[in-house]
């Protein structure tokens, strides 16, 4: 391998792992509102059984920007790595198994998904001559919407 290539990923590829069904939400709603359905949807649909991925694409996803001070990273000697893994370890969505009770399976996943700009702003980066420094002192937050970058239209005649 040439010295600059980055380390080979080795992946199976199953059947299971390409889409079954689409769906299109579509009506006379916000953007947001539509992707709040989505991401309901979305939640819903992970719960069911054997069910191993849900994408959602389109529509404006909501962005968390996080406006650093360096400043006060300077001063309270933080790095931007701890920001970020103290951002990481705050939001984490994943699966940790099955339970059976009475015959019915049941999977378990440990949801701690940022869903406010208020839990960002609550989020422990380090402590500071004993007290804690929240992420809220060291930087401004905003709930706001990701860069657009594709648009899909639909022409809603031909919808049956």
């Known amino acids: ?23 299109s939400l579509i009506g ?9 359905f989505a991401d309901q949807i979305k939640d819903e649909l992970e719960a069911v059984k054997d069910v191993s991925k849900v994408v959602l694409i389109g529509g404006q996803e909501r962005e968390f920007q996080v ?9 309270f000697n ?22 059976d009770i009475d015959g019915f399976k049941y999977n378990i996943r440990v949801k701690g998904k940022i869903i406010k700009a208020d839990q960002l702003k609550n989020i422990v980066v380090a402590t500071y001559e004993q007290a804690p420094v929240f992420l809220n002192d060291l930087a401004k937050i905003k709930d706001d919407y990701k860069e657009q970058d594709t648009k899909s239209r639909l022409d809603r005649k031909s919808v049956v």
Do not use: C, W
Request: overall charge negative; hydrophobic content about 45%; cysteine-free.
């Open 28 to 36: 006379d709603y916000q953007y947001s509102e539509l992707r709040n």
């Open 78 to 99: 933080i790095s931007l790595g701890q920001i970020v893994s103290s951002i990481q370890a705050a939001n984490f969505n994943f699966p940790i198994g099955n339970i």
């Open 67 to 75: 406006i650093v001070d360096q400043n006060k990273l300077a001063y």
């Open 1 to 23: 391998m040439p010295v600059a290539a980055e380390t080979p990923v080795v992946t199976e590829i199953r059947l299971n792992d390409f889409p079954i069904v689409t769906y």
